[in-house]
């Protein structure tokens, strides 16, 4: 393919509807052009090479142009592109399956494959209503979420995505979803300790199901880390603690691993290596697959499945699917990269490189204009704020559009650096490729801190404010 890039952008802005299309700047939309990409970065319209910040988004485990990925690709391609998952079966869904249950915590040996990561959570909260249903108790319905939490752009996965703005101008089933506060520790009141505001979060859940009723309540769905909503690591023991309050309430716990999956907090999965609890299903895409191909899974407690099979199952079927659930080409893709994450050994290399990466990260704190560092594994997050302007008492939305306008900035400057970032309102969000090295990290770094330094200035210019 070798579109001039005038037609690439005709294309683009006469053509293509994107994913978060922000609509008033249809048609005159001048978007980074992304031609090739080899290792950790990607090449732009200019030749311009890039450290591929976010790793496409959250999900280029192991680097670009890996050949023999192409070729496995290629191989099931060629051999049987196709097959009918409702009625038939095949190699790859069933290798990719079996491995999986393997990798997976506790008894979560049962794997449904779909073909996303917004398809993995509609699955398991449609899991969650069939099993309650078959169970004989259709009123325990409701799903707990939290505020913050991004589970997916499908009309269910909107339904317990605890973003605002996500929402706006669309609808949502609001009598099914509720949301408990943020739990982002750099929001607590001044003065209350770490401890007291892991205890008031955990109690939001228990005293949430116990206004709802555990017999309402069918899941609590929620990220070991949130990631779209700006990488908020919740205080420590947090998770574990709300999945103690669920196992007494009989309410299930649905762990959506789409980016704690696969390495990025070096573990194939966070829920116990990481946090210490067996959730009763966990989602995951993304890293699944490297991005190489689209593909998500549902990983189900054999418990469960158990409860809804065999002479338990009252005649059921299970009445869901996709056409590409399992698809061969795309499963091949997830079973190479697994493969290269093993032998390449990339979960100890992330552990190995993951303490030097959140020191660099946090060293960001110095600079006046950054408001908080998160991170954890290799995947980190920048909040600036413009202090003075905050405690000025500036009206909401104005803030909002200059807070917007803040993170753009900033990837302005890094992309004339050589790096991307996904900038997200005032939020700067990390997840490099796993097979990130040292000094590639520090390269990052560097750039980052003399772009935030580069948008300092310039606003101290524009504000006539001193911000150093
Ligand atoms: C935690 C989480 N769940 C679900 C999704 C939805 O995945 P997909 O975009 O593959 O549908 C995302 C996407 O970013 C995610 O971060």
């Not at 683009?12 to 990409?37: C, K, M, T």
């Not at 899941?219 to 023991?237: D, K, N, Y």
């Not at 979960?347 to 030097?356: F, T």
């Amino acid at each position: 393919m070798s579109d001039p890039i005038g037609q690439i952008h005709e294309h683009d802005n006469q053509a293509w509807f994107h994913p978060w299309e922000y609509l008033p700047d249809v048609g005159h939309n001048q978007r980074s052009i992304i031609q090739r990409a080899e290792g950790i970065h990607v090449f732009d319209e200019h030749g311009q090479r890039l450290i591929d910040g976010p790793g496409g988004m959250w999900c280029m485990q192991i680097g670009y142009g890996r050949k023999e990925m192409a070729e496995a690709i290629a191989e099931q391609a060629l051999r049987m592109p196709y097959m009918n998952p409702f009625s038939l079966t095949s190699e790859a869904p069933t290798r990719l399956a079996a491995k999986l249950a393997e990798l997976a915590p506790g008894d979560l040996k049962r794997v449904f494959l779909t073909t996303g990561g917004s398809t993995a959570v509609d699955t398991a909260l449609r899991f969650v209503h069939f099993y309650n249903n078959l169970k004989g108790r259709p009123g325990k319905k409701h799903i707990i979420s939290r505020e913050h939490a991004y589970h997916g752009s499908t009309y269910l996965g909107a339904t317990v995505t605890g973003k605002d703005r996500d929402r706006n101008w669309f609808d949502i089933n609001t009598g099914l979803s509720h949301f408990l506060p943020s739990v982002n520790p750099a929001g607590r009141p001044a003065g209350m300790s770490l401890q007291a505001f892991c205890d008031a979060r955990v109690a939001d859940l228990e005293n949430k199901i116990l206004e709802l009723g555990a017999d309402k309540v069918g899941a609590f769905i929620a990220e070991p880390i949130q990631a779209s909503g700006g990488v908020i690591v919740p205080p420590e023991g947090y998770l574990k603690r709300c999945w103690e309050i669920c196992r007494r309430h009989d309410v299930l716990f649905i762990a959506d691993e789409v980016v704690t999956g696969f390495g990025r907090l070096g573990h194939w999965f966070a829920s116990e290596a990481v946090f210490g609890i067996q959730p009763d299903l966990i989602t995951c895409a993304k890293g699944l697959t490297s991005g190489y191909l689209p593909l998500g899974a549902m990983l189900l407690s054999e418990r469960l499945f158990q409860e809804v099979s065999g002479s338990n199952a009252n005649g059921a079927s299970f009445g869901h699917g996709f056409t590409y659930s399992g698809h061969p080409v795309c499963c091949a893709a997830a079973l190479k990269s697994i493969e290269i994450i093993e032998r390449e050994q990339l979960l100890q290399h992330v552990r190995a490189l993951s303490p030097h990466f959140l020191e660099r990260l946090h060293a960001l704190r110095e600079i006046p204009l950054v408001f908080d560092t998160r991170g954890m594994g290799l995947v980190g997050c920048v909040e600036c704020r413009v202090r003075p302007l905050v405690e000025s008492g500036m009206d909401g939305s104005e803030l909002y559009a200059f807070e917007t306008e803040l993170g753009m900035r900033i990837d302005r400057h890094c992309h004339e650096l050589g790096l991307m970032v996904r900038p997200l309102t005032n939020l700067c969000v990390f997840s490099p490729p796993l097979v990130i090295q040292r000094d590639e990290v520090d390269q990052m770094l560097d750039i980052l801190h003399e772009a935030i330094l580069r948008t300092q200035r310039e606003l101290e210019l524009e504000l006539g404010l001193k911000l150093s």
